[in-house]
């Protein structure tokens, strides 16, 4: 990675997005933080300036096509180009049967996880064709590997994640872009905060289903997206990388 990459991160507010657009600065990319929230998105900004790159916010809704459009349009126009995107952008449903779900979070949940991620690609692929080539990685989920009891149409719209990944790094293999899906367990996230609603209890149960005994921090799900976008990794194409502490192989 050189000072002349460009990066697009959704959902770089807090978590494994922030974690990465720094992770993405100290590489020398440049990193566009796309985000719901203005003053968090800000935040990493600033944190990818601190790490010694360059970075622009950019207020985005994935579900919401022309937020995205902008936001692709707004990066290439600010600087030049795009090269690298991870579409990490997400949101989890509570806990709750199958038949007690409601329609409005079923399309809130796939409007985001899976539309979103759907819309991203659509308006960064071609960029990344005039630049040449690229490489995309769409944040998917232990939770598309496998089922998640009470958490229906959050496990399936990570399975479609994977899915549309596997069909868009066949498609656009010979563009010079590499597309590939990275899998997190359990991680010290907002996300997870919020499933957990500072319930020590669950915590404590979540910790002891994960084989290496531990949450995953964001750093390490970061260190593992930045690999698959790098050149390090150009051989790889249309995998599903889990990085959940052995919890899908238990």
């Given at each position: 990675m050189t000072d002349q990459k460009v990066a697009i991160v959704t959902g770089a507010s807090s978590g494994i997005g922030r974690a990465t657009a720094v992770a993405l600065a100290k590489q020398g990319v440049k990193v566009t933080v796309a985000a719901r929230r203005a003053k968090e998105g800000e935040e990493t900004v600033h944190l990818v300036k601190e790490a010694g790159s360059e970075g622009i916010f950019v207020k985005t809704d994935v579900a919401n096509e022309d937020n995205v459009k902008s936001l692709v349009e707004k990066t290439v126009k600010r600087y030049g180009r795009l090269d690298y995107a991870f579409n990490n952008a997400g949101v989890v449903e509570d806990p709750s049967s199958l038949i007690e779900q409601t329609s409005n979070v079923f399309d809130q949940i796939m409007n985001v996880?899976?539309?979103?991620?759907w819309l991203c690609?659509?308006?960064e692929i071609p960029e990344m064709i005039r630049s040449g080539?690229?490489?995309?990685?769409n944040t998917s989920s232990g939770a598309g590997v496998i089922g998640i009891p009470q958490q229906p149409?959050?496990?399936?719209?990570?399975h479609a994640v994977l899915g549309?990944?596997?069909s868009a790094a066949?498609?656009?293999?010979?563009s010079g872009i590499r597309i590939n899906a990275i899998a997190p367990g359990l991680v010290e996230t907002e996300m997870l905060e919020e499933?957990?609603?500072?319930?020590k209890q669950l915590i404590e149960s979540l910790k002891s289903k994960t084989p290496i005994g531990r949450i995953g921090d964001p750093q390490e799900i970061a260190n593992a997206v930045v690999w698959l976008l790098s050149d390090k990794a150009s051989f790889v194409l249309g995998h599903t990388l889990l990085v959940d502490g052995g919890i899908v192989s238990r």
């Amino acid at each position: 990675m050189t000072d002349q990459k460009v990066a697009i991160v959704t959902g770089a507010s807090s978590g494994i997005g922030r974690a990465t657009a720094v992770a993405l600065a100290k590489q020398g990319v440049k990193v566009t933080v796309a985000a719901r929230r203005a003053k968090e998105g800000e935040e990493t900004v600033h944190l990818v300036k601190e790490a010694g790159s360059e970075g622009i916010f950019v207020k985005t809704d994935v579900a919401n096509e022309d937020n995205v459009k902008s936001l692709v349009e707004k990066t290439v126009k600010r600087y030049g180009r795009l090269d690298y995107a991870f579409n990490n952008a997400g949101v989890v449903e509570d806990p709750s049967s199958l038949i007690e779900q409601t329609s409005n979070v079923f399309d809130q949940i796939m409007n985001v996880n899976v539309k979103g991620v759907w819309l991203c690609m659509k308006y960064e692929i071609p960029e990344m064709i005039r630049s040449g080539g690229g490489a995309i990685v769409n944040t998917s989920s232990g939770a598309g590997v496998i089922g998640i009891p009470q958490q229906p149409v959050y496990s399936a719209s990570k399975h479609a994640v994977l899915g549309m990944t596997k069909s868009a790094a066949l498609e656009y293999a010979k563009s010079g872009i590499r597309i590939n899906a990275i899998a997190p367990g359990l991680v010290e996230t907002e996300m997870l905060e919020e499933v957990a609603e500072d319930n020590k209890q669950l915590i404590e149960s979540l910790k002891s289903k994960t084989p290496i005994g531990r949450i995953g921090d964001p750093q390490e799900i970061a260190n593992a997206v930045v690999w698959l976008l790098s050149d390090k990794a150009s051989f790889v194409l249309g995998h599903t990388l889990l990085v959940d502490g052995g919890i899908v192989s238990r």
